[in-house]
């Protein structure tokens, strides 16, 4: 019998208004499942600049890679991973899974209006800053908890309401190229009380890249809230990267 292949190193990729300490629960998991993890921070600057700095850290890990985007991150691991042989499956947490020339806005303007329309605050970007002169986007502290994590702790949504990193207007009008789940396996873990990216909108990303589905009960911070379901989705998905097709190895790898 041949040997097992060694599992793919597993890329977390944040979105906006965010950090890559969101992922904490979910590295813990696969930490103790025996993953290796990278949790690069997503620059937020534009959609080619933050695809491009990912596939920069899939070519230095040199090795077999599951993809994983949260929120905007789901936009840039599309991108990212075309074209990308290395990169052997894709994770989608509550992500945009953009088609070919749509963008994050195409998404949730096709769909119900979210909370989060409304709860933004744009500010100005000096010209000296990289990626300026622009705007960019924050979510109003006083609606952070309400639109983003309503799920998590008082005292956890008031430290990331102030913590929370803007995102580039321009990162969410580009148009995406064409998508790497279009080639790719791809897991979708839909988040159904989420009121950033409608669960409605979510479940037609998923259906259209024939991903496997994880429906969790969960916020827009999903990761954070339900830790288990999105790491058992990953171990499931790294599974398949490895090789393991039979259903109890992927059931009970790593």
């Known amino acids: 019998m041949p040997p097992v292949p060694p599992p793919p190193t597993i890329v977390l990729v944040h979105g906006a208004f965010t950090d890559a300490s969101s992922w904490a629960g979910v590295i813990n998991l696969l930490h103790a499942a025996g993953l290796t993890v990278r949790a690069p921070a997503n620059p937020l600057r534009g959609l080619a600049q933050d695809a491009a700095y990912v596939q920069s850290v899939v070519r230095d890990i040199g090795g077999p890679v599951v993809l994983v985007g949260h929120d905007y991150g789901g936009a840039v691991i599309t991108q990212a991973a075309t074209d990308a042989d290395d990169v052997v499956a894709l994770c989608y947490v509550a992500g945009f899974g953009l088609d070919a020339g749509e963008s994050v806005l195409d998404i949730t303007q096709r769909f119900a209006p979210a909370p989060v329309a409304d709860a933004t605050v744009t500010a100005a970007l000096p ?38 990193r803007p995102i580039a207007q321009k990162a969410l009008t580009s148009r995406s190229g064409p998508p790497a789940w279009a080639s790719k396996p791809s897991w979708y873990a839909i988040a159904t009380a989420d009121r950033l990216l409608n669960p409605t909108a979510q479940r037609f990303m998923a259906q259209r890249m024939a991903a496997t589905e994880y429906v969790l009960d969960g916020s827009h911070a999903v990761l954070l809230s339900q830790p288990a379901g999105v790491a058992a989705m990953i171990r499931e998905a790294a599974a398949r990267g490895s090789g393991r097709e039979d259903g109890d190895a992927l059931r009970q790898a790593f």
């Open 127 to 164: 010209t000296h800053v990289p990626g300026g002169p622009g705007n960019e986007l924050y979510i109003r502290r006083d609606r952070f908890p309400q639109v983003y994590a309503a799920d998590l702790p008082p005292h956890v949504k008031d430290v990331m309401s102030v913590a929370q």
